[in-house]
C-alpha cells in the first residue's frame, strides 16, 4: 500500500494507472476508520482495478463550538486497517493542499435546497464544507467510481447532486448502513458515547424502525408519528434535533403517491451527535 500526502505524487501514480487503462475508486474518509468503512472498501475492489481511500478531517463542514479540535485522528491505526484490507494508496493530504487560499477565503461550493434542510439547518455551511472537500478530492483523484454510506443519507443526495450538476464523471455508490449487532449504525462519533450512553444509544434506530414499520402499515400520520419519536428520545434522555419522514429520492416532504420513502433522525447523547435513517417502502394501492 503506497501512502501519499503530496499531491503531485498522487497525480504521478494515478497517471502510470490510467495509462495501464485501470479503473479507479475512491473512498473519501476523515479517519478513525471502523467496519463500515471497510465495507466500502471491499465494494470497492469489486468496481474498479484500484483503489483510494483519502483520509482528511475537513475543518470547513465544523461549525462553531463543534468538534473539529478533538475529531479523533488515528491514521496509523487506519493505516494497518486498510493495508490489511488490500487498500492501493491512501492519500492523507495537509490542510494546505486542499485549502491553498487558506479555510477562510478559499472558493466554496454550494448545493442549493438540500443544504439547508434537516441536518443542513441545525449544522449552517456544513454541507458546503462537505460539497468543497469532496469536489476538490474528486478533480485530485478524478476517479470513476466513489463510494459513501448511506448513514449520512442527506450528504450521498448532496454528493449525487454535485456530480450531476457540475456533469462530473463519477458514478456514486450508496452503501447500506452497517451496523453493531444491538443495531446502532457504526460511526467514529461513536466513541464519545460512555457506557450507559452506548447502552441508550440502540433506541435511536428501535424507534426509527418502529415509525417505519407503522407506515408500512398504512398509518400516514406522519406528523404525529414524527412528533412521538421525537417524545420517546427526549425521555430517554436524547436531545433530539429532528425526526422527519421524507421522499428518499430528494429528501422533500412526502406528497400523496409517493411510497419510496426515508424517516431520518438527529439526536445528542451526551456529547455525541448520532444521526440514523431507515428506508420506507408503502405498499402499492390498488
Not at 442527506?154 to 451496523?179: F, G, N
Amino acid at each position: 500500500m503506497l501512502t501519499v500526502r503530496d499531491p503531485q505524487k498522487l497525480r504521478d501514480v494515478l497517471r502510470d494507472w490510467r495509462r495501464a487503462g485501470q479503473r479507479v475508486a475512491l473512498v473519501p474518509t476523515m479517519g478513525n476508520l471502523h467496519d463500515g468503512h471497510l465495507s466500502l472498501l471491499e465494494r470497492a475492489h469489486a468496481l474498479a482495478d484500484r483503489t483510494v481511500v483519502s483520509i482528511f478531517v475537513n475543518p470547513i463542514q465544523f461549525g462553531k463550538g463543534e468538534d473539529y479540535a478533538r475529531y479523533p485522528s488515528t491514521l496509523e491505526s487506519d493505516s494497518v486497517k486498510l493495508s490489511a484490507n488490500g487498500l492501493d494508496l491512501l492519500f492523507a493530504p495537509n490542510l494546505d493542499d486542499l485549502y491553498p487560499g487558506g479555510t477562510d477565503r478559499d472558493t466554496r461550493v454550494t448545493v442549493p435546497i438540500l443544504d439547508h434542510i434537516l441536518c443542513g439547518a441545525f449544522r449552517p455551511g456544513h454541507f458546503s464544507g462537505v460539497a468543497t472537500v469532496v469536489t476538490k478530492l474528486f478533480i485530485m483523484v478524478q476517479p470513476d467510481v466513489a463510494l459513501f454510506g448511506e448513514k449520512d443519507y442527506q450528504q450521498v443526495l448532496v454528493i449525487k447532486r454535485l456530480v450531476h450538476d457540475l456533469c462530473m464523471p463519477v458514478e456514486i455508490v450508496a452503501m447500506p448502513i452497517v451496523r453493531e449487532p444491538d443495531g446502532l449504525a457504526m460511526s467514529s462519533r461513536n466513541a464519545y458515547l460512555n457506557a450507559e450512553e452506548r447502552r441508550k444509544a440502540t433506541l435511536i434506530y428501535k424507534v426509527l424502525s418502529a415509525a417505519a414499520a407503522m407506515i408500512e402499515n398504512g398509518d400516514l400520520n406522519y406528523q404525529g408519528i414524527e412528533a412521538e419519536a421525537m417524545a420517546t428520545l427526549a425521555r430517554a434522555g436524547f436531545r433530539p434535533e429532528y425526526v422527519s419522514v421524507r421522499r428518499n429520492a430528494d429528501l422533500a416532504p412526502p406528497e400523496p403517491g409517493d411510497r419510496e420513502l426515508r424517516i431520518l433522525a438527529a439526536a445528542w447523547l451526551g456529547s455525541a451527535r448520532l444521526i440514523d435513517n431507515v428506508p420506507i417502502r408503502l405498499k402499492q394501492m390498488r
